[in-house]
């Protein structure tokens, strides 16, 4: 899968993305990364690619020609190529549209910086408008290597098999139960008992009893939604009747 990153600071991109994981992917030529500087599409010979606003307010707004120059340069022959735009205004990301995202052969990718983007050039060639969150940042350089990160995990080949991603939170609509490692005894906590059994049914009823937990503590609303059978209708319901109990 090919990124192409279109941004102010191509140095932030390029570093957090070639390290770890997706550093390895590039080198095993699983990912590319291909980062454009707006600012070598500027105006003038100051490099200015950014303005006052019409209508007044506080900061400025990137210019559309410089983001429409470093575009049209970056795209090739062929039909228009999928682009996010990351913004606080835009769906929030999860789990399934990084799913839905690796499954493109390429992604652009736009980053905005001070008060935003000139809307006109996002009309033309943003076909998504992607947030990480209800919190605003100084720049899109962070929301893309987050994006980026999530959406390269679900590359075939990135993740080796030990690190497989099944498992984890969001994939199931869960999230994941509690994990445990080397020593065994931390601060006079042991690792819980059944963990060391080797049995591996038991090993995943308790597991997944600990993810329906862990989900019901913190984020009830997944299990809506979640895929749940007889079974795990019972432990939530034990969990209910504890905390009555308890009252
Ligand atoms: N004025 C904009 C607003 O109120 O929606 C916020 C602009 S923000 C200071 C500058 C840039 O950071 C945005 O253009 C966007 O690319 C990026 N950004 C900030 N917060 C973000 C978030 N939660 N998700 C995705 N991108 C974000």
Redesign the pocket.
């Known amino acids: 899968m090919r990124f192409t990153v279109l941004t102010l600071f191509p140095e932030l991109i390029e570093q957090g993305f070639s390290a770890s994981i997706t550093g390895r992917a590039m080198e095993k030529g699983l990912l590319e990364l291909r980062c454009i500087n707006i600012r070598d599409f500027a105006s003038d010979r100051y490099g200015h690619v950014d303005d006052y606003p019409y209508g007044g307010g506080a900061g400025m707004v990137m210019q559309a020609p410089p983001i429409y120059r470093a575009y049209e340069a970056a795209v090739r022959e062929g039909p228009r190529p999928r682009l996010v735009y990351?913004?606080?205004?835009?769906e929030v990301f999860t789990q399934k549209k990084a799913i839905e995202l690796a499954q493109e052969e390429e992604l652009y990718i736009l980053?905005?910086?001070?008060?935003?983007?000139d809307e006109r050039v996002l009309e033309e060639i943003a076909t998504d408008r992607?947030?990480?969150?209800d919190?605003?940042?100084?720049?899109?350089e962070l929301?893309a290597l987050v994006l980026m990160d999530a959406v390269s995990r679900m590359v075939p080949g990135v993740l080796s098999n030990e690190e497989s991603g099944e498992d984890e939170s969001f994939m199931n609509g869960l999230l994941e139960y509690p994990q445990y490692t080397r020593p065994e005894v931390f601060m006079g906590r042991p690792v819980p008992e059944i963990l060391k059994s080797g049995h591996h049914a038991n090993i995943a009823r308790w597991r997944r009893n600990e993810s329906l937990r862990r989900t019901k503590e913190v984020r009830p609303e997944l299990l809506e939604k979640a895929e749940l059978d007889k079974t795990d209708r019972k432990f939530l319901q034990s969990l209910e009747s504890d905390i009555e109990e308890k009252n």
């Open positions: 990351l913004t606080p205004q835009g980053c905005g910086h001070y008060e935003g983007v992607i947030s990480i969150g919190y605003v940042l100084t720049g899109g929301p």
